[in-house]
């Protein structure tokens, strides 16, 4: 994320009216000054300095400004003087901030990663909120990403931004686990297996007689079977065929389902031998 502090200082011949620093944010800074606000009288030393012609004539002020903007690991400054007159003075140091993208990721921890002259990356707070500036009529891709995470868009491509860029913001999806063949198949069950899933508590399993999961073996309906990644299934029926499922979930989601897997855990084959007669 960048970081942008502007310090400033007001000064007339001979005086130092105010210094302060101002953060900038959303792309914008201010700086104002009110003489009156300061209560002090000063000579008038700038007498030279006045301009005839301006309406509600005051001494001639200098305002100089300095800024430093830091993004990661890099900083840049920036520098500027200005001369003004009026009773009220507000002014904007033009250029020298740049414009902001910002939304939500959907997931905290999320990291985007984009091009401003060099690779860099911002990352998402706890809530998935994200903020990060780029360079004036900055044309690029962001694209975010977390381990065990899918998000939609993928991406989202800008084209000289010259302003803010809010609401930027995207679904993050749980992966779903891979199921694998189930092992140690034997007359009266099998073990359904399948892959670990990053930033998963655990996982819920299904166990069904059909492919649609219309009907689901009893105490395999949604099973929690927690951070395992095998479970023995001992079906009341053998001889038919079962299919198995798994979901992961954490605090904040559930994926959607796996593959579903086929498992045939058939009884033993049974055959007659009849004797073999020679003639």
Partial sequence: MTEAIVDYTITMPGFTLQHGQVPATGGTFNIVFDPVALNKDFPNLDLSGRDDRSSGLSDTISIGMFLTGRRGSETSYSAENITLQGNDVVVGLPGAVTPVISGNA????????????????????????????????WTGTVTPSKLGYTFAPVNRSYTAVNGNQSNQDYTAVFNPPVAFPAQSITPTGFTAVWGTVNGAAGCRLDVAVNIGFAGFVPGYQNRDVGASTTVPVAPPVVDIPYYYRVRAYNSASTSGN???????????????????VLK
């Fill in 106 to 137: 959907g997931i905290g921890g999320a990291i985007l990663s984009y091009t401003d002259g060099n690779a860099l990356v911002a990352s998402t707070d706890g809530s998935g909120s994200y903020s990060f500036a780029v360079s004036n009529n």
């Fill in 258 to 276: 796996s593959n579903a897997v086929l498992v045939r855990p058939f009884g033993s084959a049974k055959y007659t031998y009849l004797p073999l």
